[in-house]
């Protein structure tokens, strides 16, 4: 039997704890979810196992008892908003960690915008400012039910029930900051068009100026040769009337 007051433990460890892939992924994890320690990894990654190792068994058994623990474990994953209703068995070895991560009630204060990070998430759930109908949960890694989900909220004993608590104003003006840099987003998309426009326009009346400086050039050229030729020509004809007066002396 064994002593009573002593827990069982809720899950198992890695079989071998020198895995680089293994501790990367948990690191990742701890990061993304809030956890303090890998053990609620752990603990989330046995349930999972539990499931598919149920899922597994009853997949091959086609007895009365199999069928009655079939629809037990869909509607329970059902109800837990791990599985739609209309999902098989088979679904069930399809699960992820993060499936059931994504359930934790650490997770939904968090995306319910109860809290500003996931870690401030945990402190409320912990120093029991949150609550499912009257019932406070101190446990962040309560898997919340999808009837349970609309209900989750803060305490009403709790100050932060209040709306004008300065916490719960903070998400208000990240909001509107975040309206008024997609305003400006979008005023600067609308300008850079009109940039490139005036900057093709300056470099097309650039363009315009070399060409004139340059046919200036060539008119400037082709006059001199001109010049050049007719002093070319009147030379070769004053050289005999200078010989024939010349001769005259």
């Known amino acids: 039997m064994g002593n009573p007051k002593k827990q069982k433990k809720k899950f198992s460890k890695p079989s071998h704890p020198w895995q680089k892939e293994r501790i ?3 690191k990742e994890l701890l990061k993304s979810y809030g956890l303090r320690r890998k053990y609620e990894i752990w603990k989330m990654n046995s349930i999972l196992k ?5 899922a597994k068994t009853l997949i091959t058994l086609t007895t009365k008892q199999s069928e009655k623990e079939r629809s037990q474990l869909l509607t329970k994953l059902s109800s837990l908003g791990l599985l739609s209703s209309e999902s098989k068995l088979e679904d069930v070895l399809s699960l992820t960690l993060k499936d059931v991560l994504e359930r934790r009630i650490q997770t939904l204060v968090f995306k319910k915008n109860l809290a500003r990070n996931i870690k401030q998430a945990r402190q409320f759930i912990v120093h029991e400012h949150i609550s499912i109908k009257d019932k406070k949960i101190t446990t ?7 009837s349970e989900e609309n209900e989750l909220q803060f305490a009403q004993t709790s100050s932060l029930a209040d709306p004008a608590h300065p916490e719960r104003l903070i998400p208000e003006k990240k909001k509107e900051a975040k309206a008024s840099k997609t305003k400006k987003e979008s005023e600067t998309e609308s300008k850079e068009p009109e940039k490139k426009d005036k900057k093709e326009s300056k470099s097309e009346a650039k363009e315009e100026k070399k060409q004139e400086k340059e046919d200036k050039k060539e008119e400037k050229k082709e006059s001199k ?5 007719e ?4 030379a070769k004809e004053d050289t005999p009337k200078k010989e024939a007066k010349e001769e005259q002396k």
């Open 24 to 26: 990367l992924s948990e």
């Open 50 to 54: 539990n499931f598919t190792k149920q």
């Open 140 to 146: 962040p890694s309560y898997l919340v039910l999808l």
């Open 225 to 229: 040769s001109k010049e050049s030729k």
């Open 231 to 234: 002093d070319k020509k009147q």
